[in-house]
Protein backbone atom coordinates (compact mmCIF):
# COMPACT_ATOMS: atom_id res chain seq x y z
CA UNK A 1 0.00 0.00 0.00
CA UNK A 2 1.79 2.93 -0.62
CA UNK A 3 1.55 6.37 1.02
CA UNK A 4 -1.03 8.19 -1.48
CA UNK A 5 -3.15 5.80 -0.52
CA UNK A 6 -2.45 6.03 3.21
CA UNK A 7 -2.97 9.82 3.18
CA UNK A 8 -6.56 9.11 1.08
CA UNK A 9 -7.52 6.97 3.94
CA UNK A 10 -6.48 9.32 6.73
CA UNK A 11 -8.30 11.82 5.35
CA UNK A 12 -11.38 10.54 4.97
CA UNK A 13 -11.98 9.15 8.02
CA UNK A 14 -11.48 12.40 9.37
CA UNK A 15 -13.98 14.29 6.76
CA UNK A 16 -16.14 11.61 7.62
CA UNK A 17 -15.97 12.06 11.51
CA UNK A 18 -15.76 15.51 11.29
CA UNK A 19 -19.04 15.99 9.22
CA UNK A 20 -20.15 13.57 12.31
CA UNK A 21 -19.05 15.58 15.12
CA UNK A 22 -20.80 18.84 13.47
CA UNK A 23 -24.44 16.59 13.20
CA UNK A 24 -24.10 15.36 17.54
CA UNK A 25 -22.76 19.43 18.00
CA UNK A 26 -26.16 20.18 16.72
CA UNK A 27 -28.50 17.75 18.31
CA UNK A 28 -26.57 18.85 21.21
CA UNK A 29 -27.66 22.15 20.68
CA UNK A 30 -31.20 20.87 19.83
CA UNK A 31 -31.82 18.99 23.33
CA UNK A 32 -30.80 22.08 24.90
CA UNK A 33 -33.74 24.24 22.80
CA UNK A 34 -36.06 21.29 23.67
CA UNK A 35 -35.18 21.62 27.11
CA UNK A 36 -35.87 25.55 27.46
CA UNK A 37 -39.51 24.41 24.91
CA UNK A 38 -40.83 22.31 27.77
CA UNK A 39 -39.80 24.57 30.48
CA UNK A 40 -41.10 27.52 29.21
CA UNK A 41 -44.17 25.57 28.23
CA UNK A 42 -43.72 26.15 24.35
CA UNK A 43 -43.83 22.67 23.15
CA UNK A 44 -47.78 22.86 22.50
CA UNK A 45 -47.80 26.72 20.51
CA UNK A 46 -47.97 24.46 17.12
CA UNK A 47 -50.66 21.88 16.87
CA UNK A 48 -49.90 20.76 13.51
CA UNK A 49 -47.08 18.38 12.16
CA UNK A 50 -45.92 20.04 8.96
CA UNK A 51 -43.00 18.58 8.12
CA UNK A 52 -42.01 20.68 4.80
CA UNK A 53 -44.27 23.39 4.95
CA UNK A 54 -44.31 23.53 8.66
CA UNK A 55 -40.43 25.16 7.65
CA UNK A 56 -41.83 28.49 6.56
CA UNK A 57 -42.90 30.70 9.59
CA UNK A 58 -45.73 33.30 9.73
CA UNK A 59 -45.15 35.94 7.18
CA UNK A 60 -48.25 38.32 7.85
CA UNK A 61 -50.72 39.05 10.49
CA UNK A 62 -53.19 37.08 9.06
CA UNK A 63 -50.88 34.25 9.25
CA UNK A 64 -50.16 35.03 12.80
CA UNK A 65 -53.80 35.37 13.73
CA UNK A 66 -54.78 32.32 11.99
CA UNK A 67 -52.23 30.12 14.36
CA UNK A 68 -53.29 31.87 17.41
CA UNK A 69 -56.94 30.83 16.41
CA UNK A 70 -55.65 27.26 16.70
CA UNK A 71 -53.89 27.67 19.55
CA UNK A 72 -56.64 29.23 21.32
CA UNK A 73 -58.68 26.18 20.60
CA UNK A 74 -56.46 24.22 22.79
CA UNK A 75 -56.66 22.51 26.60
CA UNK A 76 -53.24 24.48 27.30
CA UNK A 77 -55.28 27.93 26.42
CA UNK A 78 -58.56 27.03 28.03
CA UNK A 79 -56.70 26.30 31.25
CA UNK A 80 -53.50 26.96 31.43
CA UNK A 81 -52.35 30.44 28.86
CA UNK A 82 -55.99 31.50 29.05
CA UNK A 83 -54.79 35.67 29.85
CA UNK A 84 -52.09 35.36 27.07
CA UNK A 85 -52.19 37.58 23.91
CA UNK A 86 -50.50 37.65 20.47
CA UNK A 87 -47.39 39.09 21.88
CA UNK A 88 -46.87 36.02 24.30
CA UNK A 89 -48.03 33.32 21.85
CA UNK A 90 -45.41 34.77 20.00
CA UNK A 91 -42.85 34.08 22.27
CA UNK A 92 -43.78 30.75 23.17
CA UNK A 93 -44.00 30.07 19.69
CA UNK A 94 -40.85 30.51 18.54
CA UNK A 95 -39.08 28.19 21.11
CA UNK A 96 -40.69 25.49 19.16
CA UNK A 97 -40.45 27.02 16.06
CA UNK A 98 -36.88 27.09 16.63
CA UNK A 99 -36.76 23.42 18.51
CA UNK A 100 -38.25 21.76 14.86
CA UNK A 101 -36.43 24.14 12.63
CA UNK A 102 -33.55 22.70 14.09
CA UNK A 103 -34.67 19.32 13.74
CA UNK A 104 -34.97 19.79 10.01
CA UNK A 105 -31.74 21.49 9.79
CA UNK A 106 -30.27 18.31 11.80
CA UNK A 107 -31.55 15.92 8.90
CA UNK A 108 -30.39 18.38 5.75
CA UNK A 109 -26.94 18.18 7.56
CA UNK A 110 -26.78 14.95 7.60
CA UNK A 111 -28.68 13.25 4.73
CA UNK A 112 -26.87 15.57 1.98
CA UNK A 113 -23.14 14.41 3.06
CA UNK A 114 -23.93 10.95 3.79
CA UNK A 115 -25.28 10.87 -0.02
CA UNK A 116 -22.04 12.45 -1.18
CA UNK A 117 -19.60 10.04 1.10
CA UNK A 118 -21.81 7.22 -0.25
CA UNK A 119 -21.81 8.52 -4.33
CA UNK A 120 -18.00 8.88 -3.39
CA UNK A 121 -17.54 5.64 -2.62
CA UNK A 122 -16.05 6.90 0.38
CA UNK A 123 -18.04 4.34 3.30
CA UNK A 124 -17.77 0.66 3.43
CA UNK A 125 -20.83 -0.59 3.91
CA UNK A 126 -20.71 -1.56 7.57
CA UNK A 127 -20.13 1.87 8.08
CA UNK A 128 -22.62 2.85 5.26
CA UNK A 129 -25.29 0.40 7.16
CA UNK A 130 -24.65 2.07 10.34
CA UNK A 131 -24.86 5.37 9.39
CA UNK A 132 -28.62 4.64 7.31
CA UNK A 133 -29.41 3.23 10.71
CA UNK A 134 -28.76 6.87 12.48
CA UNK A 135 -30.71 8.61 9.52
CA UNK A 136 -33.76 6.15 10.82
CA UNK A 137 -33.03 6.86 14.27
CA UNK A 138 -33.45 10.37 13.06
CA UNK A 139 -37.03 9.99 11.57
CA UNK A 140 -38.64 7.89 14.55
CA UNK A 141 -37.54 10.89 16.44
CA UNK A 142 -39.33 13.12 14.24
CA UNK A 143 -42.56 11.46 14.44
CA UNK A 144 -41.90 10.58 18.18
CA UNK A 145 -41.88 14.36 19.12
CA UNK A 146 -45.12 14.88 16.84
CA UNK A 147 -46.82 11.96 19.18
CA UNK A 148 -45.51 13.38 22.06
CA UNK A 149 -47.04 16.50 21.17
CA UNK A 150 -50.29 14.92 20.13
CA UNK A 151 -50.83 13.85 24.01
CA UNK A 152 -50.68 17.02 25.39
CA UNK A 153 -53.79 18.44 23.01
CA UNK A 154 -56.58 16.33 24.76
CA UNK A 155 -57.89 17.17 27.78
CA UNK A 156 -54.62 17.73 29.93
CA UNK A 157 -52.55 20.02 28.63
CA UNK A 158 -48.97 18.31 29.07
CA UNK A 159 -47.59 15.87 27.18
CA UNK A 160 -46.88 12.42 28.65
CA UNK A 161 -44.14 11.80 30.08
CA UNK A 162 -43.37 8.74 28.95
CA UNK A 163 -43.04 9.80 25.40
CA UNK A 164 -41.78 12.74 26.43
CA UNK A 165 -38.74 10.35 28.31
CA UNK A 166 -38.55 8.34 25.13
CA UNK A 167 -38.23 11.72 22.94
CA UNK A 168 -35.31 12.59 24.86
CA UNK A 169 -34.10 9.03 25.25
CA UNK A 170 -34.11 8.95 21.01
CA UNK A 171 -32.26 12.03 20.89
CA UNK A 172 -29.48 10.52 23.07
CA UNK A 173 -29.23 7.91 21.24
CA UNK A 174 -28.90 9.63 18.08
CA UNK A 175 -26.41 11.64 19.69
CA UNK A 176 -24.46 9.13 21.22
CA UNK A 177 -24.19 6.76 17.57
CA UNK A 178 -22.86 9.83 15.81
CA UNK A 179 -19.80 10.68 18.60
CA UNK A 180 -19.31 6.99 19.24
CA UNK A 181 -18.91 6.22 15.40
CA UNK A 182 -17.13 9.70 15.06
CA UNK A 183 -14.37 8.72 17.39
CA UNK A 184 -14.01 5.54 16.44
CA UNK A 185 -12.83 7.43 12.83
CA UNK A 186 -10.48 9.19 14.84
CA UNK A 187 -9.38 6.98 17.45
CA UNK A 188 -5.29 5.89 17.10
CA UNK A 189 -4.02 2.41 18.59
CA UNK A 190 -3.59 3.46 22.28
CA UNK A 191 -2.28 1.31 25.70
CA UNK A 192 -5.11 -0.77 26.57
CA UNK A 193 -6.44 0.41 29.91
CA UNK A 194 -8.35 -2.49 32.06
CA UNK A 195 -11.29 0.31 33.48
CA UNK A 196 -11.87 0.47 29.55
CA UNK A 197 -14.79 -2.13 30.58
CA UNK A 198 -16.29 0.21 33.50
CA UNK A 199 -16.35 2.96 31.03
CA UNK A 200 -18.68 1.26 29.09
CA UNK A 201 -20.64 0.47 32.05
CA UNK A 202 -20.61 4.10 33.21
CA UNK A 203 -21.80 5.49 29.83
CA UNK A 204 -24.80 3.08 30.28
CA UNK A 205 -25.35 4.57 33.68
CA UNK A 206 -25.31 8.20 32.79
CA UNK A 207 -27.79 7.12 29.80
CA UNK A 208 -30.32 5.60 32.51
CA UNK A 209 -29.48 8.59 34.62
CA UNK A 210 -30.58 11.04 32.21
CA UNK A 211 -33.67 8.98 30.84
CA UNK A 212 -34.53 8.86 35.12
CA UNK A 213 -33.95 12.87 34.71
CA UNK A 214 -36.44 12.95 31.56
CA UNK A 215 -39.34 11.23 34.15
CA UNK A 216 -38.75 13.72 36.30
CA UNK A 217 -39.10 16.67 33.61
CA UNK A 218 -42.01 14.71 32.46
CA UNK A 219 -43.92 14.91 36.30
CA UNK A 220 -42.73 17.84 37.03
CA UNK A 221 -41.17 16.05 40.29
CA UNK A 222 -38.68 18.39 40.24
CA UNK A 223 -40.55 21.02 42.00
CA UNK A 224 -41.33 18.71 45.22
CA UNK A 225 -38.78 17.52 47.16
CA UNK A 226 -36.50 21.31 46.97
CA UNK A 227 -34.12 20.43 49.75
CA UNK A 228 -30.65 18.37 49.38
CA UNK A 229 -29.29 15.96 50.22
CA UNK A 230 -32.57 14.67 52.42
CA UNK A 231 -35.90 14.88 50.43
CA UNK A 232 -38.00 17.10 52.87
CA UNK A 233 -36.19 15.61 55.68
CA UNK A 234 -36.22 12.22 54.68
CA UNK A 235 -33.42 10.02 53.43
CA UNK A 236 -36.31 7.73 51.82
CA UNK A 237 -39.66 9.81 51.61
CA UNK A 238 -42.68 8.44 53.62
CA UNK A 239 -44.59 8.67 49.85
CA UNK A 240 -42.14 6.32 48.00
CA UNK A 241 -44.43 3.31 47.90
CA UNK A 242 -47.88 4.95 48.50
CA UNK A 243 -49.27 3.51 45.26
CA UNK A 244 -50.52 0.49 44.22
CA UNK A 245 -49.67 -1.77 42.93
CA UNK A 246 -45.98 -1.44 43.89
CA UNK A 247 -44.11 -0.49 40.44
CA UNK A 248 -46.55 1.85 39.48
CA UNK A 249 -44.80 4.21 41.85
CA UNK A 250 -41.60 4.11 39.86
CA UNK A 251 -43.82 5.13 37.02
CA UNK A 252 -46.35 7.77 38.65
CA UNK A 253 -44.81 8.84 41.95
CA UNK A 254 -42.86 12.00 41.73
CA UNK A 255 -41.43 10.73 45.14
CA UNK A 256 -40.18 7.49 43.83
CA UNK A 257 -39.12 8.73 40.66
CA UNK A 258 -36.86 11.89 42.27
CA UNK A 259 -35.83 8.93 44.72
CA UNK A 260 -34.69 7.18 41.68
CA UNK A 261 -32.54 10.25 39.66
CA UNK A 262 -31.05 11.19 43.46
CA UNK A 263 -29.65 7.45 43.99
CA UNK A 264 -28.39 7.41 40.90
CA UNK A 265 -26.52 10.24 41.41
CA UNK A 266 -25.11 9.57 44.44
CA UNK A 267 -24.09 5.87 42.51
CA UNK A 268 -22.08 8.37 40.03
CA UNK A 269 -20.60 10.28 42.96
CA UNK A 270 -19.14 7.25 44.33
CA UNK A 271 -18.52 5.46 41.18
CA UNK A 272 -17.15 8.32 38.74
CA UNK A 273 -14.06 8.91 41.34
CA UNK A 274 -13.49 5.56 42.09
CA UNK A 275 -13.11 4.82 38.24
CA UNK A 276 -11.06 7.95 38.03
CA UNK A 277 -8.45 6.56 40.81
CA UNK A 278 -7.96 3.24 38.96
CA UNK A 279 -7.56 4.83 35.66
CA UNK A 280 -4.68 6.87 36.86
CA UNK A 281 -3.10 3.62 38.40
CA UNK A 282 -2.87 2.34 35.04
CA UNK A 283 -0.08 3.04 31.73
CA UNK A 284 -2.11 5.71 30.16
CA UNK A 285 -1.54 7.92 26.89
CA UNK A 286 -2.29 11.62 27.84
CA UNK A 287 -5.36 11.75 26.00
CA UNK A 288 -6.62 8.96 28.22
CA UNK A 289 -5.78 10.80 30.73
CA UNK A 290 -7.44 14.13 29.56
CA UNK A 291 -10.80 12.46 28.69
CA UNK A 292 -11.10 10.76 32.75
CA UNK A 293 -9.97 14.25 34.16
CA UNK A 294 -12.90 15.99 32.39
CA UNK A 295 -14.97 12.92 33.14
CA UNK A 296 -14.43 13.45 36.97
CA UNK A 297 -15.04 17.43 36.42
CA UNK A 298 -17.93 17.55 34.38
CA UNK A 299 -19.65 15.40 36.94
CA UNK A 300 -18.65 17.34 39.27
CA UNK A 301 -20.48 20.28 37.68
CA UNK A 302 -23.38 18.19 36.50
CA UNK A 303 -24.02 17.38 40.57
CA UNK A 304 -23.74 21.10 41.26
CA UNK A 305 -26.47 22.52 38.72
CA UNK A 306 -28.47 19.40 39.31
CA UNK A 307 -28.77 20.43 43.03
CA UNK A 308 -28.73 24.28 42.62
CA UNK A 309 -31.95 23.94 39.85
CA UNK A 310 -33.36 21.39 42.64
CA UNK A 311 -33.19 23.86 45.86
CA UNK A 312 -34.07 26.78 43.63
CA UNK A 313 -37.25 25.28 42.45
CA UNK A 314 -36.48 24.87 38.89
CA UNK A 315 -35.41 28.33 37.17
CA UNK A 316 -35.51 28.27 33.55
CA UNK A 317 -31.84 28.99 33.11
CA UNK A 318 -30.26 26.48 35.54
CA UNK A 319 -32.52 23.64 34.64
CA UNK A 320 -31.76 24.04 30.60
CA UNK A 321 -28.31 24.19 31.82
CA UNK A 322 -28.55 20.65 33.51
CA UNK A 323 -30.18 19.28 30.88
CA UNK A 324 -27.24 20.44 28.64
CA UNK A 325 -24.82 18.86 31.07
CA UNK A 326 -26.62 15.76 30.76
CA UNK A 327 -25.69 15.66 27.41
CA UNK A 328 -22.35 16.69 28.03
CA UNK A 329 -21.45 14.37 30.34
CA UNK A 330 -22.69 11.64 28.47
CA UNK A 331 -20.63 12.68 25.52
CA UNK A 332 -17.57 12.87 27.51
CA UNK A 333 -17.99 9.31 29.07
CA UNK A 334 -18.26 7.65 25.45
CA UNK A 335 -15.14 9.81 24.79
CA UNK A 336 -13.13 7.99 27.75
CA UNK A 337 -14.54 5.16 26.71
CA UNK A 338 -13.35 5.19 23.59
CA UNK A 339 -10.17 6.44 24.48
CA UNK A 340 -9.88 3.33 26.66
CA UNK A 341 -11.35 0.78 24.51
CA UNK A 342 -8.75 -1.61 24.06
CA UNK A 343 -6.67 -1.79 20.90
CA UNK A 344 -6.18 -5.84 20.90
CA UNK A 345 -6.70 -7.31 18.27
CA UNK A 346 -5.81 -6.95 14.45
CA UNK A 347 -6.83 -3.76 12.67
CA UNK A 348 -9.22 -3.42 10.29
CA UNK A 349 -11.00 -0.33 8.02
CA UNK A 350 -14.01 0.96 8.46
CA UNK A 351 -14.23 3.68 5.42
CA UNK A 352 -13.43 2.39 2.19
CA UNK A 353 -9.99 2.55 0.76
CA UNK A 354 -8.60 2.86 4.36
CA UNK A 355 -5.47 0.77 4.75
CA UNK A 356 -4.41 -1.21 8.02
CA UNK A 357 -2.73 1.32 9.56
CA UNK A 358 -3.42 0.63 13.15
CA UNK A 359 -6.91 1.66 13.71
CA UNK A 360 -8.86 -0.89 15.57
Given at each position: ??H?QI????R?R??V????L?????????????G?????????????????V?A??????????????Q?R???E??????DI?L?????????E????L??R?IGV???L??LWF?A?R???????W??A???A?G???????W????S???????VS???????L??????FG?M????L????????P????R???A??????V??LA???????R?????????LMN????PP???????????F???M??V??VH???????I?W?P??W??A??A???P??????????GV??????L???????????AL?A?H????????G??L?????????????R??V????????P
Open positions: MDADFGKERRAMWLVCAALVFAMVVVGVTRLTRSGLSIVEWQPLGIPPLSDADWLALFAYETPFKQVNFGDGFKRIFWWYAHRLGLVFLPFLRSLDPPLAKLGVFLALQGALGFMVQGLVDDPRHFRLTAHGVALAIALWIADLLRGSGVAASSGALLVGTIFMAGGMVAGLAGSAYNTFPGHLVEILMLEPWWKNLYNATQFRAIGWLLVVWFWRMSPLERQRLACHLLLLALQVAGIATLVLAVPVAAQAGAVLLLISWAASELRSSRGESSIQGAPNVGF
